[in-house]
């Protein structure tokens, strides 16, 4: 069974600050994808990132970063200098790579970004 | 490029009545994946059809079916709707086992 735990239900934080959204997930698959999405108030789910599990270098786009250990079952997203427009519910997701693609999602995390 | 389209984008129905989804996937991809979000949850799989064919199911009653049509486009239906059926219905489309691109989804509301 795979699951996703996303422990952090709501973060608020003043604008320009730096802010970690926490991701644990559990997969007995030995290869996987690691996702993640932002919901914005309208509803619709924005791709951010997909990480394979073979690749455990960080990746930064922009002011967005993720971190991926696998040691730890972890795959973090840090947005630096955060911005209002920012606001949104954040769902790290997970899946198996090959066959077909179920993707198991947390709960999802509510950042609030005050100005 | 279009993105994922649904339709409708709200629905209001009473219990028992019965309701169907529409999906339209990107150009070019094969595969459509349902999900329903209820309200401070995350998504939920339901289904995911690959050329025409169910290919994973969640654990929903069989009061939920879909289809997948010739031209990629899904239908999700909803038999005997239950109040706990209000939620966002989702709808993802993807090229077979690559990333998937989610629609603006369908906010189904049972009185």
New interface residues.
């Given amino acids: 069974a795979q699951k996703?735990t996303q422990a952090q239900t709501e973060i608020s934080v003043v604008e320009k600050e730096d802010v970690t959204l926490d991701c644990v997930y559990e997969t007995r698959d030995t290869t996987y994808?690691l996702?993640w999405?932002k919901q914005p108030p309208?509803?619709?789910?924005?791709?951010l990132i997909?990480r394979n599990s073979f690749d455990e270098q960080n990746e930064i786009s922009g002011r967005y970063s993720w971190n991926f250990q696998k040691s730890t079952s972890s795959f973090n997203f840090t947005i630096t200098a955060s911005q209002v427009v920012d606001s949104a519910v954040y769902?790290c997701?997970l899946s198996r790579?090959?066959?077909?693609?179920?993707?198991?999602?947390?709960?999802?995390t509510k950042l609030q970004v005050i100005p | 490029d279009a993105g994922v389209t649904q339709s409708p984008t709200h629905l209001i129905k009473t219990r028992g009545q019965h309701v169907t989804l529409r999906c339209s996937p990107i150009s070019g991809h094969k595969s459509v994946s349902w999900y329903q979000q209820v309200l401070g949850q995350g998504p939920q799989f339901i289904f995911q059809y690959y050329e025409k064919e169910e290919r994973g199911r969640g654990n929903f009653p069989d009061r939920f079916s879909a289809r997948q049509f010739p031209n990629y486009s899904s239908e999700l239906n909803v038999n005997a709707l239950l109040l706990g059926d209000s939620a966002l219905y989702l709808c993802a489309s993807s090229k077979k086992d690559n990333e998937q691109f989610f629609g603006p989804g369908t906010r189904l509301t049972v009185l």
């Fill in positions: 996703v994808y996702f999405y309208s509803g619709e789910l924005v791709f997909r769902f997701a790579s090959g066959g077909y693609q179920k993707v198991t999602f947390g709960i999802g």
